[in-house]
């Protein structure tokens, strides 16, 4: 007797990585509760790197349309410059435990209108969320999928396109990046090559694959170092200094893993070095 919202999704199924040792940090509670440095500095890398993780990322899938590179828009005609205005809309969903988040967003607006809008915003989110984490030196590791899935209650999402998130993130990301499941690419490639009218739909499409390119294993990654992500984060001040910090972690990283004979992380960490260091020039100029 209850009614269920079905429809096709974005699932972000995204880990935040490294937390169960950074959770021993504090077994035990400061004695007569008293607030130490110790136990603080503990509290900020765990319970505060996952607060601080979801704000993020829910700001940058929030403000990207306010910054948006306005020249591409410009190509369209009136009307579709409306109708694309209009088919921005769209709201962020999350869910979470422990340390690994769900983000999904439905594909159609309140109009039931379909719309790449929201997988654009999904993409620039999880661009900024994975430069951050590495500047941060709190890596995470997800995946994007898109499919069919139903909204039992809110923030509540549950069906083939969680099923798809979530293994993406458990058997193919295996390192730092999020992996864009290759139906999704498939997808937004069809409506590119099949719509020559340069309609909103084809445009978002367009923006979409810009934020996603292919990793040296052959996985669709979401691309954020690339050169349309640079256009859209240098208006930041700190940028460069992430980047520089982000390309640092993961050498340090990669280096000690192999100090301590981890050939498995190392070989990780030297995938990352692989997909940062010959993009991050171009963001530093």
């Given amino acids: 007797r209850k009614e269920f919202t079905i429809g096709?999704?974005?699932?972000?199924?995204?880990?935040?990585?490294?937390?169960?040792?950074?959770?021993?940090?504090?077994?035990?509670?400061?004695?007569?509760?008293?607030?130490?440095?110790e136990f603080l500095r503990a509290l900020k890398k765990t319970a505060g790197s996952i607060v601080a993780f979801e704000n993020?990322?829910?700001?940058?899938?929030?403000?990207?349309?306010?910054?948006?590179?306005?020249?591409?828009?410009?190509?369209?005609?009136?009307?579709?410059?409306?109708?694309?205005?209009?088919?921005?809309?769209?709201?962020?969903?999350?869910?979470?435990?422990?340390?690994?988040?769900?983000?999904?967003?439905?594909?159609?607006?309140?109009?039931k209108e379909i719309t790449f809008s929201p997988v654009v915003q999904m993409l620039v989110a999880c661009c900024r969320a994975m430069l951050l984490s590495l500047a941060g030196k709190t890596p995470v590791?997800?995946?994007?999928?898109?499919?069919?899935?139903?909204e039992m209650r809110e923030n509540s999402i549950y069906g083939p396109v969680l099923a798809d998130a979530y293994r993406l993130e458990s058997r193919r990301a295996a390192f730092p990046r999020v992996v864009v499941a290759k139906k999704l690419v498939d997808l937004l490639d069809d409506v590119i090559q099949s719509d020559k009218r340069r309609s909103t739909l084809s445009y978002s499409a367009k923006l979409?694959?810009?934020?996603?390119?292919?990793?040296?294993?052959?996985?669709?990654?979401?691309?954020?170092l690339g050169k349309f992500t640079s256009s859209v984060f240098r208006r930041h001040d700190a940028i460069k200094k992430e980047v520089r910090?982000?390309?640092?972690?993961?050498?340090?990283?990669?280096?000690?893993?192999?100090?301590?004979?981890?050939?498995?992380?190392?070989?990780r960490y030297w995938k990352v070095v692989e997909y940062?260091?010959?993009?991050?020039w171009h963001w530093l100029k």
């Fill in 208 to 224: 979409c694959r810009s934020l996603i390119c292919q990793d040296s294993d052959g996985e669709f990654v979401v691309d954020y």
């Fill in 141 to 150: 590791r997800g995946a994007i999928a898109f499919g069919p899935g139903v």
């Fill in 276 to 280: 940062v260091q010959p993009r991050m």
């Fill in 56 to 111: 993020h990322f829910r700001d940058f899938f929030e403000v990207y349309w306010k910054g948006e590179p306005s020249g591409p828009v410009e190509l369209l005609d009136e009307e579709a410059r409306s109708q694309y205005r209009e088919l921005k809309e769209a709201q962020l969903f999350a869910q979470q435990f422990g340390d690994t988040f769900i983000f999904y967003t439905p594909i159609a607006n309140s109009a």
């Fill in 8 to 37: 096709y999704h974005v699932v972000c199924f995204i880990d935040i990585l490294g937390q169960q040792e950074r959770l021993a940090g504090w077994n035990d509670l400061p004695a007569n509760g008293e607030i130490t440095a």
């Fill in 245 to 267: 910090l982000a390309s640092r972690f993961a050498l340090d990283e990669a280096k000690r893993f192999d100090a301590l004979g981890d050939k498995k992380l190392a070989d």
